[in-house]
């Protein structure tokens, strides 16, 4: 549709909204106004609803399956460098994919059979690994810290107001709909020259300087060397300003400072004090070279999200692996016993690294690879339930290359080149399990499922049964998603799809010329310092929010504002943290809880339509373009 489809994914998209299952909850609550009985709704139908339509569409996206497969069949037919190193059972021969761009072909459904077998045990066994996870913190995040989780209370208070609003909370209901008439209206006039070119573009969003991730996301640089190395970027988004309203203050005025900072004020000042080469006045030949912020987010902040907390909450930790060895119940606030949901994680892990050495892994590149998806998994549980985010260290910025790479022990393109599969085949799966596309496989399920617990502590519901609904959607969605993939592949013609561009060519970023791009963290000016000071700032964080409750600082808002300049998050901030201060300087937390999340919330479900109804002028203009 625009911006390479990333935010038009009903079940992912570039920060891992779950737009289709907030989707399904706002029409559920316009629906309820015209069929007055489906309030009498059992909630706890509606949390398990809520859930298998999120860990569901989290699988059935964008990145997964499309992206997916796409990089399947870019092994084979696009970057060929790879094909020798890939196992007949990821992808079949060359010339059975080939037959893929003449469209109108019978699928071969026997020569993908092994690949679809594979596959759908594969992300099966991450949606496990997953929930067991998800299993063994949730009390922790979501009961004990009450970590906000902003998209789970975005659906509570939806599934709240569809069945007590229009009798119990009116007012609350009606600030609803005009958040949501409000966004939606804010976006008919894109969405329109998006299907029908004749109507002006009265936003410039096709036009430079707008561009980027987000709809109306303007891009100033530099100001014309006014602010030389900056990197001004700025989202027009009452979406995104509205997720961020949910957030705490101290978050949001972290994210500030640090945008201001990184972004702004110091790489001007820098350039001037002689850092950077007086020739080196924009962003990509100064600041991302010399100034490394990349390194400190990805390399520094994200890691901190996994490792510090898991020390914060080392006691938490022994008392579940007590309660496992004792064989203690479930309680109704627990997705699985302690014991079931250790077992599952080994088991699993087990059985994944079994999967990653069978397609050719190492087992120590394997094992390095899985570790780094546990760190991942960690990061995501923290910076989901503060802020909402599931943005990773991924590989279009270079940081997951260089991490990866220096561990496997060479910087040397032959000596990895002959390393084979034991190289190739760990690297590849770790990066579709970490980077961008972790929506679908791993990261997307354990973040939905947080979401979904975050809803039944809001709404005050247990989680019996829980754990299998959420099975079976993912199982659906796995099963189902691929044949319709191939499919429309063969039927339709790979080159017709319109996502077919992207994820072909993302395994070629990964092979070893490619990857020897980015520097190493142990090469000279390299990665380490500024991730180890990334590290270290956030951990001190930490440890200060935790010795001093008035703390004004928080480690999560580093990452929000240090992420830029692709994801405006930071820029965002200070929009939010603006109108938070507005609404409790004018009206105090019951303006805020009575009618600024109500407001906020209907907003960002107004959003969810607008992707409903561009997603539905988008699939027409693939086949019928304007």
Not at 177 to 190: Q, R
């Amino acid at each position: 549709m625009m911006y390479g489809g990333l935010m038009f994914s009903m079940g992912q998209n570039v920060v891992g909204m779950p737009t289709g299952a907030l989707l399904l909850m706002g029409l559920f609550f316009l629906l309820t106004w015209v069929i007055p009985d489906l309030r009498k709704i059992n909630p706890k139908q509606l949390l398990v609803f809520y859930g298998m339509i999120a860990i569901s569409l989290a699988h059935a996206g964008y990145f997964v399956p499309w992206c997916y497969y796409n990089g399947m069949i870019g092994f084979r037919t696009y970057i060929t460098d790879w094909d020798a190193h890939i196992p007949y059972f990821w992808a079949p021969p060359r010339e059975v994919c080939e037959v893929m761009y003449l469209g109108g072909q019978p699928v071969d459904w026997g020569s993908w059979m092994a690949p679809m077998v594979f596959w759908t045990t594969f992300f099966m066994l991450y949606t496990l690994f997953a929930l067991s996870i998800v299993s063994i913190l949730g009390r922790r995040l979501v009961t004990e810290r009450k970590l906000p989780y902003p998209f789970g209370q975005m659906a509570a208070i939806t599934i709240e107001l569809a069945i007590t609003g229009a009798e119990q909370q009116p007012q609350r209901a009606k600030l609803f709909l005009i958040g949501a008439l409000i966004c939606f209206l804010y976006y008919v006039p894109w969405w329109l020259h998006l299907g029908w070119p004749s109507i002006p573009d009265i936003y410039g969003w096709y036009s430079p300087p707008f561009g980027g991730f987000f709809p109306g996301q303007i891009n100033l640089g530099n100001l014309n060397g006014a602010l030389p190395c900056a990197n001004i970027s700025f989202p027009f988004a009452p979406f995104l300003w509205a997720w961020f309203y949910l957030l705490t203050t101290d978050i949001l005025l972290t994210a500030t400072i640090t945008w201001l900072l990184m972004y702004i004020i110091l790489p001007p000042i820098a350039y001037t004090l002689g850092l950077f080469p007086a020739t080196a006045v924009d962003w990509g030949s100064s600041v991302w070279t010399y100034w490394k912020p990349g390194a400190m987010a990805y390399l520094g902040f994200w890691p901190a999200f996994a490792i510090v907390p898991l020390i914060l909450d080392r006691k938490y930790i022994a008392q579940t692996i007590k309660s496992a060895i004792k064989g203690e119940p479930a309680g109704p606030s627990d997705l699985l016993s302690y014991r079931l949901a250790y077992v599952l994680l080994i088991v699993s892990f087990i059985i994944i690294l079994a999967f990653w050495m069978i397609s050719g892994g190492g087992l120590i590149t394997s094992l390095w690879g899985l570790l780094y998806v546990i760190i991942s998994l960690l990061a995501f549980a923290n910076l989901r339930g503060e802020a909402g985010m599931l943005i990773c260290a991924h590989g279009f910025c270079g940081w997951f290359q260089a991490l990866w790479r220096h561990v496997t022990a060479t910087n040397d393109v032959a000596v990895a080149v002959a390393q084979g599969p034991n190289y190739s085949v760990p690297i590849y799966l770790t990066y579709m399990t970490t980077s961008d596309i972790h929506y679908g496989t791993v990261g997307g399920k354990l973040a939905y499922t947080f979401d979904t617990l975050k809803v039944a502590d809001q709404r005050g519901l247990d989680l019996r049964g829980l754990f299998p609904a959420l099975v079976i959607g993912s199982l659906v969605a796995i099963v189902v998603s691929t044949p319709i993939v191939l499919w429309s592949y063969y039927t339709i013609g790979f080159p017709r799809i319109a996502i077919h561009g992207d994820g072909i060519w993302w395994p070629n970023q990964l092979w070893p010329s490619s990857m020897n791009a980015s520097p190493s963290p142990y090469e000279p000016n390299g990665l380490l310092p500024y991730a180890s000071f990334g590290f270290i700032l956030a951990a001190i964080l930490y440890v200060l929010r935790m010795r001093f409750a008035w703390f004004p600082l928080h480690p999560v808002g580093l990452y929000l504002g240090g992420i830029g300049p692709w994801f405006p998050t930071g820029a965002a901030a200070p929009v939010a943290l603006i109108l938070r201060y507005l609404t409790f300087r004018i009206g105090g937390s019951k303006l805020y809880e009575e009618k600024g999340v109500p407001l906020a919330v209907g907003v960002f479900i107004g959003f969810t339509f607008f992707l409903l109804v561009g997603g539905i002028i988008s699939i027409w203009r693939t086949f019928y373009p304007a």
